[in-house]
């Protein structure tokens, strides 16, 4: 007499659902989508990097800001891959997860181009690639056991068109008049090509190298000294501590200068850009948080330049603060000062002066510059809050910066060091708010439109 099979299982034992080795007939398995979209989200996670990092080797406002837009949208596809990541089995991420060698070495290869041109056509190719991928994926999984993962695809999808688009002018007509430099661009082009294709290589291979490397050295990520638009001429540092200090400017005796202020916020983003490429290992939501701020920047950086067009002005009538560049004697320790002094100083004391202008704006009868600076309080609320969260982080190899609060003190006092203060004029003020916020930064003329 045939007797059935018993089946038995530990209904507490699920390790069987992290096993690669299983296989289910030729379908897609939960731990299969799991890694697939974990190689996706390595890759969103060096997009960002490779777009935040060229921000301050382009010579173009516009494009710097553009470049920002397209790093912070890569992070927030990782959220969505990061949240599907962690339904699944076998590809959990977690604060101590970074990009793997190999694909941290193929974008390092590529980001290096020689100029602008060369690595818009790369990240264009890579992004179209990557898209492709996610398209491929939306063809193979199931449309229903996988309803979740191709819900977080489909929104990845709304930005298809604007990050791929985005490069075309750099690229399409790419030194048509320089044939030397075309030679270069179509040399460049075949080696990012054959970069992809290494990276989404199951085999190990030696490492490629660009012919002309050493001839052409690269323009960026993250360029020692920033390139800088001419349109927007930088301020004399050994007259001024800030551009907004610079009495030349058609601005300084009135309101509107808190326009100009919001438009300056340029240098800030570009300093962020050296950050978000240069700080290594720290927590994703790390990078998630700086992207957003540094985007945040960009934006009322944008917003400013829009509104000053709007008053009659051109960007040449000012003097512009330039952005901190990131060094190796730097890196430790200004980075870390840069970001506290940013988050837990000029943030804060700049909430005085713009909760002053909404009203003298709307005096004025001024109310798009009073909603701008309702916008930019809005968001600097939440900047506060990313320094709060990191600050002591980025300091923590530093012995005597070990809670939020001190991170907070010595920002403060090194803020007031460099503008020129006294250690006994700091001491006075350190503790009062109000009058912190009068030494670090300046006042507006709220009657004077």
Known sequence: MDTKPTIMVDVNDLGFLDNTETRTGTFVRPVDTALMLRDCYWIEFELSRMAMGWVTAAPDWEWKGELVRMGYLHTEHMKKLRERIG?????????????????????????????????????????????????????????????????????????????IGWADPHVRFAYVDDPEGRKRFDSWRKYADRMWDELASDQEHAAIEWAERLQHPPAGPVPASPANDPKYPHVDLTKYRSAMFDPASPTYD???????????????????????????????????????????????????????????????????????????????????????????????????????????????????????????????????QFGKKWGAKLFEQIEDFVTAQSVADKAKQLHLQKMGYSQSEIDSVLRSFPEFCGFATMDLKYDVY
């Open 254 to 384: 009135s309101v509107k200068h808190m326009i100009f202020i919001n438009a300056s916020e340029m240098s800030a983003t570009e300093s962020l850009t050296y950050l978000y490429y240069g700080v290594q290992k720290m927590p994703m939501d790390f990078y998630h948080d700086v992207a957003r701020h540094t985007w945040d920047e960009s934006r009322h950086s944008r917003m400013g330049v829009r509104r000053l067009k709007q008053l009659g002005y051109r960007t040449e009538d000012f003097s512009w603060h330039p952005s901190t560049a990131l060094t190796p004697d730097n890196l430790e320790r200004t980075f870390p000062e840069f970001y506290s002094t940013l988050t837990m100083v000029m943030e804060p004391c700049s909430f005085i002066k713009k909760r002053k202008s909404i009203d003298a704006f709307k005096h004025h009868g001024d109310d798009l510059s009073s909603l701008q600076s309702e916008y930019d309080i809005a968001d600097e609320r939440l900047h506060v």
């Open 87 to 163: 339904e699944l089995p076998g590809a959990a991420l977690n604060e101590r997860s970074w990009t793997p060698q190999r694909v941290s070495d193929v974008f390092l290869a590529v980001s290096t181009a020689p100029a602008f041109a060369e690595f818009a056509y790369a990240y264009r190719s890579f992004v179209t690639k990557l898209y492709a991928r996610y398209a491929w994926l939306s063809d193979v999984l199931d449309p229903i056991l996988e309803e979740p993962t191709l819900d977080a695809l489909r929104v990845i999808e709304l930005d298809r068109q604007l990050m």
